[in-house]
């Protein structure tokens, strides 16, 4: 079955670089059924959809979406080699302390594969 | 933006009833609907999806109607392991979550 590993460092500085990764086992990032998104949940903002990234072979080419709320300061990458994706968000403020979720969409709307989940607080 | 609102924000529910939790849209998402369950500390998982559909592995205790902007899922027969904080999310533009309906012992 699909299984979702997060890695990344859970304190930074504000106005410094948010840097996530998620680790894919049982399915592929650069598989043409499903795209790979960046969640995340505050007590403030709640669950809040951040952005994805996902694979046409068609086109051989990938594509992003990004939330309007992060858009600018947040990038999404994959690396197929090692089949993974990352997160990366710059200009953080201590608004941004949120546990992180990645999860896979198989191209139907919903997620239905979690990581664990990555704490990240945003000192100031 | 789609505005998703829970009701109520906490029931009470006796172990062995049903619970019934709303969702309303700020407009239609058509079917395009998922309710999660989330244990405190643990990722959400995924119950039901298009409004109805049980997602793999979840027991038929739970489910879900509705459509356009007025969802519910109800749980009967509440076990231990219902406890929990359950969401709604549409996926018709974007996505976008609900507060969360946090369902106790009374």
């Known amino acids: 079955q699909v299984q979702l590993q997060q890695s990344g460092p859970g304190l930074v500085k504000s106005s410094q670089t948010l840097s996530l990764t998620c680790a894919i086992s049982?399915?592929?990032?650069?598989?043409?059924?499903?795209?790979w998104n960046w969640i995340r949940q505050s007590p403030s903002r709640g669950l809040e959809w951040l952005g994805r990234?996902?694979?046409?072979?068609?086109?051989?080419?990938?594509?992003?979406n990004y939330a309007e709320s992060v858009e600018g300061r947040a990038t999404i990458s994959a690396d197929t080699p090692r089949n993974h994706f990352s997160l990366q968000m710059n200009s953080l403020s201590p608004d941004d302390t949120a546990i992180y979720y990645c999860?896979?969409?198989?191209?139907?709307?919903?997620?239905?594969?979690w990581g664990q989940g990555s704490l990240v607080t945003v000192s100031s | 933006e789609i505005v998703m609102t829970q009701s109520p924000a906490t029931l009470s529910v006796s172990p062995g009833d049903t619970a019934t939790l709303s969702c309303r849209a700020s407009q239609s998402v058509n079917r395009n609907l998922a309710w999660y369950q989330q244990i405190p500390g643990q990722a959400p998982r995924l119950l039901i999806y298009?409004?109805?559909t049980r997602a793999t592995g979840i027991p038929a205790r739970f489910s879900g109607s509705g459509s356009g902007t007025e969802f519910t899922l109800t749980i009967s027969s509440l076990q231990s392991e219902d406890f929990s904080i359950y969401y709604c999310q549409q996926y018709n533009y974007w996505w976008t979550f609900g507060q969360g309906t946090k369902v106790d012992i009374k």
């Open positions: 999860a896979r969409d198989p191209f139907s709307g919903q997620f239905d594969n």
């Open positions: 049982g399915d592929s990032v650069s598989s043409n059924s499903a795209a």
């Open positions: 990234t996902y694979y046409r072979s068609d086109r051989s080419d990938w594509y992003k």
């Open positions: 298009g409004a109805s």
